[in-house]
């Protein structure tokens, strides 16, 4: 079965630093490419950030793009965001996705996301 | 930059058919997904690469692409169909990945 399980959510102040993690189970992780959606409270999905499986690859929407930054460790069949220069607008639940295998493609399976709350 | 545009509200009654409209320029001659929301979970997907259903979705779930729309289509709907859906593509030109806006599926 498909697993995956973010954690490292929390309470941040502006400016600062947070890592989520996604933890993978139940398929080969280093044959995916991998994305981060965040869903602001009340507001639709926003993709965040896509890495390729051998992590050679990495996209960015414009508004994270030089302070966020998703790795990946395929030995640990694990997921990362290093999120940086935290703003109150990066509040948001933070899910991560499987993608295809070939492309980026569809996100056929989903975290349950961890929220992250970025405020005085 | 591209834009996806969906009907912000969509509603019908029980055991009726549920059009979605996502709406881009040459949206056509992209790939579209659709995601099934509903409250307090994470997103499902229920149409792949235009047309395809994952094992579980029921064959009420469709979808088509063409020109400026893509389109899901629910039939028969049932009242745990009401949730929110969201199309997406993935957009070559920027290297972005995206969604549309949401519509919330009311079923009366």
């Known amino acids: 079965e498909v697993q995956l399980v973010e954690s490292g959510g929390g309470l941040v102040q502006p400016g600062g630093s947070l890592r989520l993690s996604c933890a993978a189970s139940?398929?080969?992780?280093?044959?995916?490419?991998m994305t981060w959606v965040r869903q602001a409270p009340g507001k639709g999905l926003e993709w965040a950030a896509n890495?390729?499986?051998?992590?050679?690859?990495?996209y960015y929407v414009d508004s994270v793009k030089g302070r966020f930054t998703i790795s990946r460790d395929n030995a640990k069949n694990s997921l990362y965001l290093q999120m940086n220069s935290l703003r109150a607008e990066d509040t948001a639940v933070y899910y991560c996705?499987?993608?295809?295998?070939?492309?980026?493609?569809?996100?056929?399976?989903w975290g349950q996301g961890t929220l992250v709350t970025v405020s005085a | 930059s591209y834009v996806l545009t969906q009907p912000p509200s969509v509603s019908v009654a029980p055991g009726k058919t549920a059009t979605i409209t996502c709406g881009g320029n040459?949206?056509?001659?992209?790939?579209v997904h659709w995601y099934q929301q509903k409250p307090g979970q994470a997103p499902v997907l229920v149409i792949y690469?235009?047309?395809d259903r994952p094992s579980g979705i029921p064959e009420r779930f469709s979808g088509s692409n063409s020109g400026n729309t893509a389109t899901l289509t629910i039939s028969r709907v049932e009242a745990g169909d009401e949730a929110d859906y969201y199309c997406?593509?993935?957009?070559?030109?920027?290297?972005?990945?995206?969604f549309g806006g949401g519509t919330k599926l009311t079923v009366l």
């Open positions: 890495i390729k499986q051998d992590g050679s690859e990495t």
């Open positions: 690469y235009d047309t």
């Open positions: 997406q593509v993935w957009d070559t030109t920027s290297d972005h990945s995206l």
């Open positions: 139940g398929f080969t992780f280093s044959s995916y490419w």
């Open positions: 040459n949206i056509g001659s992209k790939s």
């Open positions: 996705a499987r993608g295809g295998s070939i492309e980026v493609a569809s996100l056929d399976y």
